[in-house]
Each structure stands twice: as C-alpha cells, then as structure tokens.
C-alpha cells in the first residue's frame, strides 16, 4: 500500500530536549515536504526536498532541521524545542513539484 | 505576503442542504487545490483547478475557479454526515509551492 508515515504521533517534551520526527514514503517520490498546522493558520510549510542531499527552507524554518540522506526518508528535527513549536506536524511526498502530493498521518507535538 | 483566505471558517448544518465554501485572494494563482482533511489524517487532495473560469465536478461536489485565477468556490449539493470534516484550499505560486488557507470546518448533522 502506498503510504507517508510518521513517527510518533503524538509526543510530549520539555523545552530544549532534542528529538526527531521519522517520515517515510513508499512511493519512489524525488518531492517531500514537512508542513505544521495551527489553528486559524492553515498549513505552513517549514522545509522541503527536491531529491536526496537537496533541502531548502520554507516560509517557516526557524528551530527546524531536516535532512535527506534516503529517497525515502525526510526526517524533521528540533535540536532545542520551545513552547511555540507546539503544532500537528505533517510530512508529504509527491513525484514532481505539480503532481499530487501524499501526506502522513499527523505528528501531534507539545512542548512544554 | 500572499493570502488566501476561506470562509467561512466554520459551517454547521443540517443532511441535504446544499452549502458553498469561499476561498479568495488578491493573488494570481496558476493553480488552485482543494483537499478534505478528517481529524486524525493528514489532508486528502479532491481536486486541482489550473484554467480561469474552470469548473470541475466530483459526484455531488463543484469545484469553480475563478476567471482571474484569483479565487475559487467549493459548492455540495445535498450535504451528506459523510461530508464532515476540514476542507483546506491551496493556491499555486510561480516556484511550486502552495499558499494554504486556514480552512472551513464542516459539519453535516443526520
């Protein structure tokens, strides 16, 4: 079955401890991005990747990293979370930048 | 900064009325996407509009894109309890990516 998943789906932490969000698809796809959502904001999106070792920001990558050392792989990091970093946090994936794109489940994060 | 903006954002009704969900913007958009969202998924895309005027229909849902590209219009006839849930529009901009609106959260009551 063709997929995006994330991992986890939900976490609670503490500000400043490190962690990682997994995302991986199963689709061959060169495009993934990493989006958050917040009430009344829609989604935004903070990095994304064209191919592997490609990666550019997106309209809100401050406090994230990402990296792209798989196809399949885009994992998001928070290497010193705060309290506004928490969001529902999406990954996605699509062949192309014009074609359809693919989003995992949700990753629900609060900082405390 | 590119808005685009839904409303309304929240719209309670009751099974078999019909409804109409806005998105608008004071952009130029080369394509415009709607997707469903239900809680606990990540959004599902239902439909991409590229051409100004552009109507495309998916069973009891109309989708219509405006003539200068600037907005478009969601319409459902005879809602059904199986329309509920986050519909979210996105607007195409000239390096790929997409300007999401906040969304419009519906609920259709049996």
């Known amino acids: 079955e063709a997929q995006v998943t994330q991992n986890p789906r939900y976490l609670i932490t503490v500000t400043g401890k490190k962690l990682t969000v997994t995302c991986s698809q199963n689709?061959?796809?060169?495009?993934m991005s990493w989006y958050r959502q917040d009430p009344g904001l829609g989604l935004r999106q903070i990095y994304y990747?064209?191919?592997?070792?490609?990666?550019d920001k997106g309209d809100v990558p401050e406090g994230y990293k990402v990296s792209r050392k798989e196809k399949r792989n885009f994992p998001l990091i928070l290497e010193s979370p705060s309290p506004n970093q928490t969001s529902l946090y999406f990954c996605?994936?699509?062949?192309?930048?014009?074609?359809?794109?693919?989003f995992g489940p949700g990753t629900r994060l609060t900082v405390l | 900064t590119q808005l685009l903006e839904q409303s309304p954002q929240f719209l309670s009704i009751q099974e078999g009325e019909n409804l109409t969900v806005y998105c608008n913007s004071s952009?130029?958009?080369?394509?415009l996407q709607w997707y469903r969202q239900e809680p606990g998924e990540g959004p599902v895309l239902l439909v991409t509009?590229?051409?100004g005027g552009e109507v495309k229909k998916l069973k009891r849902l109309t989708f219509q894109f405006g003539d200068a590209r600037k907005d478009s219009s969601l319409h459902i006839t005879a809602a059904q309890p199986g329309d509920t849930g986050l519909y979210l529009c996105a607007g195409g901009v000239s390096n790929y990516q997409l300007i999401w609106g906040a969304g419009t959260k519906l609920i259709i009551k049996p």
């Open positions: 689709m061959n796809h060169e495009y």
């Open positions: 509009v590229v051409t």
């Open positions: 990747s064209m191919n592997v070792e490609v990666t």
């Open positions: 996605a994936s699509q062949r192309g930048p014009t074609d359809t794109q693919y």
């Open positions: 952009s130029v958009f080369s394509s």
